[in-house]
């Protein structure tokens, strides 16, 4: 008579993934496991929006995966950050140029992230312009992440103070229509790119320099012009308090005089 196999059954429970780092106690969803240990190694994938509540961030994603887990609860890091391929294709419009790239930054925390930013001009430019603007774009790019660990990177995409700076100094180049980051995600193969392999020509590097000085320049006539409104402002208070003691020393000398 043959034997019947036994069929172990496994119960499965949910388990919710929890952030840490920047969106440090923000649940990012759930996840089916046997025992909490397996969940490590998973990725959650999810809009920015979801997290920021800004609707104009549904279309940027943010990877994490899971690190560590214990009890009934996962929690994960930021390893990923990615534009939708519509919005690229709503940023990019005809009769401008498309200026990007793709490399391996090592991070402070000896961290390797690949980096794929995109320049957008107002118009199109020449050959030579697209190679130097995307050396300064590189140059600025490994100045700055090379000098922050994993959480800061994520929190240098969100206040787009990077980009700011990329545009503000590649607008010495050619007018500048935007400049985003495509992907940025956490990797751990590949051979980071080095400051000393990027080497601007002498053009780019007085064009900096002369939009430099005008920069200095308009900061030192505001400084100027804040000051001299503060002066102007002091003495206004001067002579209000001194209006007002001319009569109280008037009476004064009248009562004297009685």
């Known amino acids: 008579m043959a034997r019947r196999a ?4 496994v ?60 009890g009934d609860t996962a929690r994960a890091v930021w390893t990923g ?28 925390d000896d961290t390797l992230i690949r980096v794929k930013p995109m320049l957008i001009t107002a118009s199109r430019v020449a050959t030579i312009t697209r190679s130097e603007l995307r050396k300064l774009m590189t140059r600025e790019i490994l100045e700055r992440l090379g000098q922050a660990e994993r959480e800061d990177v994520l929190k240098i995409l969100l206040s787009g103070e990077l980009a700011r700076q990329i545009k503000q100094k590649a607008s010495a180049l050619a007018p500048i229509k935007t400049v985003e980051f495509r992907v940025v995600r956490v990797t751990q193969r590949g051979t980071p790119l080095s400051l000393d392999d990027i080497k601007l020509s002498k ?9 430099e000085q ?25 002579e209000k308090a001194s ?8 009476a004064a000398e009248g009562e004297a005089e009685a």
Request: charge should be positive; charged fraction near 35%; aromatic fraction near 6%.
């Open 6 to 9: 036994v069929v172990k059954t």
């Open 11 to 70: 119960k499965k429970k949910w388990i919710p993934i929890i952030a840490k780092g920047y969106f440090d106690g923000r649940e990012l969803g759930e996840t089916t496991v046997v025992e909490s240990s397996q969940a490590v190694g998973r990725r959650v994938r999810l809009p920015l929006a979801s997290l920021t509540g800004n609707p104009r961030q549904q279309q940027t994603f943010l990877e994490f995966t899971v690190d560590e887990a214990e």
């Open 81 to 108: 950050w990615e534009l939708s391929s519509t919005l690229v294709k709503r940023i990019v419009r005809r009769r401008t140029s498309k200026i990007d790239h793709s490399f391996i930054v090592k991070l402070k």
């Open 203 to 211: 053009e780019t590097l007085l064009a900096l320099r002369k939009r």
């Open 214 to 238: 005008k920069q200095q320049a308009a900061r030192k006539r505001k400084q100027q012009r804040a000051d001299a409104k503060a002066e102007a402002e002091g003495k206004n208070e001067e």
């Open 243 to 250: 209006e007002k003691e001319t009569p109280a020393e008037e």
